[in-house]
Nanobody, 122 residues
């Protein structure tokens, strides 16, 4: 089970830190991805981090967001210099293939959280 937290209302230029907490399974060996879904759109890839800490970034992440593995059961997405277009529901997902690399493909992820809403507005 994956549970996201840390979303909320922010102003342009603010920072938010999202967390993805896992329960059960060898989460520390799984690649974890973050996806954003804006109203009326599909899920856009934000970034992915594997068990070693190797990261691949989507376009929205480059230069403003960072990812980290905080402990064996927690992955975080630090978002800085937020823009209105960052608004959406952020989902974390786990790729249940131990010691596999990061991936931007949603179909590679089998476990998804319920999402946390991020709204960037002045």
């Amino acid at each position: 089970q994956l549970v996201e937290s840390g979303g909320g209302l922010a102003q342009p230029g603010d920072s938010l830190r999202l967390s993805c907490a896992a329960s059960g399974g060898p989460f520390s060996t799984y690649a974890v991805g973050w996806f954003r879904q804006a109203p009326g759109n599909g899920r856009d890839f934000v970034g992915s981090i594997d068990w070693r800490g190797e990261i691949i970034s989507g376009e929205s992440m480059k230069g403003r967001f960072t990812m980290s593995r905080d402990n064996a059961n927690m992955v975080s997405l630090q978002m800085m210099s937020l823009k209105r277009e960052d608004t959406g529901v952020y989902f974390c997902a786990a790729r249940p293939l131990g010691y596999a690399g990061p991936t931007s493909q949603p179909e590679d992820y089998a476990y998804w959280g319920q999402g946390t809403q991020v709204t960037v507005s002045s």
